[in-house]
Protein backbone atom coordinates (compact mmCIF):
# COMPACT_ATOMS: atom_id res chain seq x y z
CA UNK A 1 0.00 0.00 0.00
CA UNK A 2 3.24 1.88 0.54
CA UNK A 3 5.82 3.50 -1.61
CA UNK A 4 9.27 2.25 -0.41
CA UNK A 5 9.90 4.16 2.84
CA UNK A 6 13.72 5.44 3.54
CA UNK A 7 13.35 4.96 6.99
CA UNK A 8 11.71 2.06 8.80
CA UNK A 9 8.28 3.14 10.30
CA UNK A 10 6.74 2.28 13.66
CA UNK A 11 3.56 0.61 12.33
CA UNK A 12 1.49 -2.93 12.81
CA UNK A 13 -0.65 -4.11 9.78
CA UNK A 14 -2.99 -7.28 9.38
CA UNK A 15 -4.16 -10.25 7.34
CA UNK A 16 -5.89 -7.57 4.88
CA UNK A 17 -3.21 -5.03 4.38
CA UNK A 18 -4.96 -2.49 6.70
CA UNK A 19 -1.81 -0.45 8.43
CA UNK A 20 -1.66 1.73 11.35
CA UNK A 21 1.27 3.63 11.89
CA UNK A 22 2.81 5.74 14.66
CA UNK A 23 4.01 9.22 13.68
CA UNK A 24 3.69 12.07 11.88
CA UNK A 25 0.82 12.56 8.65
CA UNK A 26 3.51 14.80 7.24
CA UNK A 27 5.82 12.06 7.30
CA UNK A 28 3.82 8.88 6.41
CA UNK A 29 1.44 10.24 3.77
CA UNK A 30 3.98 11.15 1.15
CA UNK A 31 4.55 7.54 1.09
CA UNK A 32 1.18 6.91 -0.28
CA UNK A 33 1.13 6.01 -4.09
CA UNK A 34 -1.14 9.22 -6.24
CA UNK A 35 -4.29 8.86 -6.03
CA UNK A 36 -4.64 5.32 -4.30
CA UNK A 37 -7.28 5.80 -1.68
CA UNK A 38 -10.93 6.03 -2.33
CA UNK A 39 -11.66 7.81 0.75
CA UNK A 40 -10.00 9.93 3.61
CA UNK A 41 -11.30 11.39 6.63
CA UNK A 42 -9.90 14.41 8.23
CA UNK A 43 -10.39 14.67 12.04
CA UNK A 44 -7.49 17.31 12.77
CA UNK A 45 -6.83 18.95 15.87
CA UNK A 46 -8.45 22.01 16.45
CA UNK A 47 -7.33 25.58 16.87
CA UNK A 48 -9.15 25.71 20.33
CA UNK A 49 -8.06 22.67 21.57
CA UNK A 50 -6.17 22.63 24.74
CA UNK A 51 -5.27 20.81 27.57
CA UNK A 52 -4.91 17.18 27.26
CA UNK A 53 -3.48 18.28 23.68
CA UNK A 54 -0.01 20.20 22.90
CA UNK A 55 -1.05 21.09 19.61
CA UNK A 56 -0.98 24.99 20.44
CA UNK A 57 -0.60 26.85 17.16
CA UNK A 58 0.74 29.88 17.05
CA UNK A 59 -1.79 32.01 14.79
CA UNK A 60 -5.15 31.21 12.80
CA UNK A 61 -2.63 31.87 10.06
CA UNK A 62 -0.40 28.96 11.12
CA UNK A 63 -2.99 26.92 11.55
CA UNK A 64 -4.49 27.23 8.37
CA UNK A 65 -1.40 26.40 6.56
CA UNK A 66 -1.28 23.12 8.68
CA UNK A 67 -4.69 22.38 7.63
CA UNK A 68 -3.77 23.82 3.80
CA UNK A 69 -0.98 21.43 3.83
CA UNK A 70 -2.63 18.07 4.71
CA UNK A 71 -5.50 18.94 1.97
CA UNK A 72 -2.72 18.84 -0.76
CA UNK A 73 -1.26 16.03 0.11
CA UNK A 74 -5.02 14.20 0.54
CA UNK A 75 -5.58 15.39 -3.05
CA UNK A 76 -2.86 14.02 -3.96
CA UNK A 77 -3.78 10.29 -2.84
CA UNK A 78 -7.25 10.83 -3.27
CA UNK A 79 -8.42 8.33 -6.54
CA UNK A 80 -10.27 10.33 -9.44
CA UNK A 81 -13.91 8.76 -7.90
CA UNK A 82 -12.48 9.47 -4.29
CA UNK A 83 -14.60 11.67 -1.64
CA UNK A 84 -13.00 13.55 1.54
CA UNK A 85 -14.54 14.40 4.60
CA UNK A 86 -12.80 17.10 6.78
CA UNK A 87 -14.55 17.91 9.97
CA UNK A 88 -13.37 21.47 11.78
CA UNK A 89 -14.42 24.00 14.27
CA UNK A 90 -17.45 26.18 13.98
CA UNK A 91 -14.51 29.14 13.97
CA UNK A 92 -12.70 27.82 11.19
CA UNK A 93 -15.23 26.49 8.96
CA UNK A 94 -15.66 29.73 6.79
CA UNK A 95 -11.90 29.68 6.22
CA UNK A 96 -11.62 26.39 5.39
CA UNK A 97 -14.49 26.23 2.97
CA UNK A 98 -12.63 28.55 1.16
CA UNK A 99 -9.67 26.70 1.11
CA UNK A 100 -11.09 23.42 0.54
CA UNK A 101 -12.98 25.01 -3.22
CA UNK A 102 -9.44 25.55 -4.23
CA UNK A 103 -9.17 21.56 -4.74
CA UNK A 104 -12.42 19.76 -4.46
CA UNK A 105 -16.06 19.98 -5.20
CA UNK A 106 -17.87 20.65 -2.14
CA UNK A 107 -20.80 18.37 -2.28
CA UNK A 108 -22.22 19.20 1.58
CA UNK A 109 -21.61 21.23 4.48
CA UNK A 110 -22.90 18.55 6.87
CA UNK A 111 -23.86 19.70 10.19
CA UNK A 112 -22.86 16.96 13.23
CA UNK A 113 -25.43 18.18 15.55
CA UNK A 114 -23.67 16.36 18.87
CA UNK A 115 -25.65 17.88 21.43
CA UNK A 116 -23.88 17.53 25.08
CA UNK A 117 -21.32 19.93 26.59
CA UNK A 118 -21.20 22.47 29.13
CA UNK A 119 -24.03 25.21 29.22
CA UNK A 120 -22.47 29.04 28.94
CA UNK A 121 -24.42 31.15 30.58
CA UNK A 122 -23.87 34.51 28.82
CA UNK A 123 -24.24 32.84 25.33
CA UNK A 124 -25.90 29.62 23.64
CA UNK A 125 -24.19 26.49 24.15
CA UNK A 126 -21.89 25.19 21.24
CA UNK A 127 -24.01 21.59 20.25
CA UNK A 128 -22.76 21.50 16.33
CA UNK A 129 -19.64 21.06 14.48
CA UNK A 130 -19.18 21.38 10.42
CA UNK A 131 -18.17 18.56 8.53
CA UNK A 132 -17.31 18.94 4.85
CA UNK A 133 -18.25 16.60 2.18
CA UNK A 134 -15.50 16.61 -0.83
CA UNK A 135 -15.31 14.98 -4.34
CA UNK A 136 -12.83 15.49 -6.71
CA UNK A 137 -15.14 14.84 -9.54
CA UNK A 138 -18.86 15.61 -8.88
CA UNK A 139 -20.30 13.57 -12.00
CA UNK A 140 -18.19 10.58 -11.06
CA UNK A 141 -17.85 9.29 -7.33
CA UNK A 142 -18.70 6.29 -5.16
CA UNK A 143 -22.22 7.46 -3.66
CA UNK A 144 -24.01 4.28 -2.07
CA UNK A 145 -27.58 5.84 -0.91
CA UNK A 146 -29.20 2.42 -0.09
CA UNK A 147 -26.78 1.84 2.49
CA UNK A 148 -27.53 4.51 4.50
CA UNK A 149 -31.19 5.23 3.63
CA UNK A 150 -33.49 6.78 6.63
CA UNK A 151 -36.94 5.82 7.18
CA UNK A 152 -39.10 9.11 6.29
CA UNK A 153 -41.95 9.48 9.24
CA UNK A 154 -44.81 9.86 6.36
CA UNK A 155 -43.26 6.72 4.65
CA UNK A 156 -46.51 4.39 6.85
CA UNK A 157 -48.95 7.02 5.11
CA UNK A 158 -47.56 8.31 1.99
CA UNK A 159 -47.39 5.05 -0.13
CA UNK A 160 -45.19 7.20 -3.31
CA UNK A 161 -42.20 7.49 -0.97
CA UNK A 162 -39.79 4.56 -0.95
CA UNK A 163 -39.62 2.14 1.38
CA UNK A 164 -36.86 1.63 1.60
CA UNK A 165 -35.96 5.53 3.02
CA UNK A 166 -34.97 8.86 1.60
CA UNK A 167 -31.24 10.58 1.65
CA UNK A 168 -30.43 11.38 5.34
CA UNK A 169 -30.34 15.10 5.78
CA UNK A 170 -27.57 17.14 5.79
CA UNK A 171 -27.88 18.17 9.74
CA UNK A 172 -27.02 14.90 11.15
CA UNK A 173 -28.33 14.55 14.85
CA UNK A 174 -25.97 11.81 16.68
CA UNK A 175 -25.21 11.81 20.35
CA UNK A 176 -21.27 12.61 21.26
CA UNK A 177 -19.84 9.51 23.71
CA UNK A 178 -20.58 11.46 26.91
CA UNK A 179 -22.23 9.22 29.36
CA UNK A 180 -21.68 6.20 26.85
CA UNK A 181 -19.32 4.24 28.69
CA UNK A 182 -19.52 1.35 26.79
CA UNK A 183 -17.91 3.35 23.38
CA UNK A 184 -15.81 5.62 25.42
CA UNK A 185 -12.25 5.10 25.88
CA UNK A 186 -9.48 7.99 27.06
CA UNK A 187 -9.39 10.36 24.12
CA UNK A 188 -10.65 13.92 24.40
CA UNK A 189 -12.25 14.27 20.78
CA UNK A 190 -13.63 10.34 19.93
CA UNK A 191 -15.84 10.20 17.56
CA UNK A 192 -18.72 8.15 17.66
CA UNK A 193 -18.71 4.61 15.40
CA UNK A 194 -22.22 5.50 14.39
CA UNK A 195 -21.06 9.05 12.26
CA UNK A 196 -18.14 6.77 10.87
CA UNK A 197 -20.55 4.20 10.19
CA UNK A 198 -22.39 6.75 7.80
CA UNK A 199 -19.33 8.67 6.20
CA UNK A 200 -17.79 4.86 5.19
CA UNK A 201 -20.95 3.56 3.94
CA UNK A 202 -21.98 6.24 1.40
CA UNK A 203 -18.29 6.53 -0.13
CA UNK A 204 -16.43 3.26 -0.03
CA UNK A 205 -17.23 -0.37 -1.24
CA UNK A 206 -15.42 -3.76 0.60
CA UNK A 207 -12.19 -3.53 0.19
CA UNK A 208 -11.65 0.07 -0.52
CA UNK A 209 -8.59 2.17 1.02
CA UNK A 210 -9.92 4.42 3.78
CA UNK A 211 -7.00 7.04 4.67
CA UNK A 212 -7.20 8.42 8.18
CA UNK A 213 -4.26 11.11 8.96
CA UNK A 214 -5.10 11.96 12.41
CA UNK A 215 -6.28 8.63 13.78
CA UNK A 216 -7.05 9.04 17.44
CA UNK A 217 -8.16 6.48 19.01
CA UNK A 218 -8.96 4.87 16.12
CA UNK A 219 -13.06 4.91 15.74
CA UNK A 220 -12.64 5.66 11.52
CA UNK A 221 -10.14 2.56 11.68
CA UNK A 222 -12.93 0.15 13.70
CA UNK A 223 -15.35 1.07 11.38
CA UNK A 224 -13.53 0.63 8.33
CA UNK A 225 -12.41 -3.22 9.76
CA UNK A 226 -16.05 -3.80 10.61
CA UNK A 227 -17.06 -2.80 7.39
CA UNK A 228 -14.72 -4.72 5.48
CA UNK A 229 -12.50 -1.87 4.05
CA UNK A 230 -8.82 -1.52 4.00
CA UNK A 231 -7.46 1.49 6.19
CA UNK A 232 -4.10 3.25 6.86
CA UNK A 233 -4.26 5.01 9.87
CA UNK A 234 -1.69 7.45 11.18
CA UNK A 235 -1.68 8.62 14.75
CA UNK A 236 1.07 10.92 16.18
CA UNK A 237 0.79 10.50 20.06
CA UNK A 238 1.88 6.80 21.29
CA UNK A 239 -0.44 7.25 24.04
CA UNK A 240 -3.80 7.08 21.55
CA UNK A 241 -1.66 5.11 19.21
CA UNK A 242 -1.50 2.11 21.58
CA UNK A 243 -5.70 3.04 22.78
CA UNK A 244 -6.22 2.56 18.43
CA UNK A 245 -3.93 -0.40 18.22
CA UNK A 246 -6.04 -2.32 21.20
CA UNK A 247 -9.62 -0.71 19.72
CA UNK A 248 -8.40 -2.22 16.30
CA UNK A 249 -7.48 -5.60 17.77
CA UNK A 250 -4.01 -5.56 16.95
C1 LIG B 1 -9.43 15.27 16.62
S1 LIG B 1 -8.38 13.97 17.05
C2 LIG B 1 -8.96 12.60 16.08
C3 LIG B 1 -9.99 11.80 16.82
C4 LIG B 1 -10.41 10.55 16.08
N1 LIG B 1 -11.27 10.84 14.96
C5 LIG B 1 -11.16 9.62 17.03
O1 LIG B 1 -12.33 9.30 16.78
O2 LIG B 1 -10.56 9.25 18.04
C6 LIG B 1 -6.88 14.42 16.25
C7 LIG B 1 -5.73 13.46 16.49
O3 LIG B 1 -4.67 13.81 15.60
C8 LIG B 1 -3.44 13.55 16.24
N2 LIG B 1 -2.43 14.36 15.52
C9 LIG B 1 -2.20 15.69 15.61
N3 LIG B 1 -1.26 16.09 14.75
C10 LIG B 1 -0.89 14.97 14.08
C11 LIG B 1 0.04 14.73 13.03
N4 LIG B 1 0.79 15.72 12.51
N5 LIG B 1 0.16 13.48 12.53
C12 LIG B 1 -0.59 12.48 13.05
N6 LIG B 1 -1.49 12.63 14.06
C13 LIG B 1 -1.63 13.87 14.56
C14 LIG B 1 -3.69 13.92 17.69
O4 LIG B 1 -2.80 13.24 18.56
C15 LIG B 1 -5.15 13.49 17.89
O5 LIG B 1 -5.23 12.20 18.47
Not at 24 to 44: G, N, R
Not at 67 to 86: H, M, P, T, Y
Request: aromatic share 12%; proline share 6%.
Amino acid sequence: MLKNAQTPLLHIADVSGSALFQGDCFDIMPLIPDKSVQLIILDPPYFEVKGDFDFVFESETQYLEFIESVIIESKRALKQDGSLFLYCSQEMGAYIDLMLRKYFAIKNRLIWYRSGGVSPRKKFKVSHEPLFYCVNDIDNHTWNLDDIRVKSIYADKDKRLNPLGKSPDDVWYIPNLVGRKSEKVDHPTQKPLEICDRIIKCSTNENDIVLIPFAGSGSELVKSKELNRKFIGIEKEPKYYEIACQRCGF
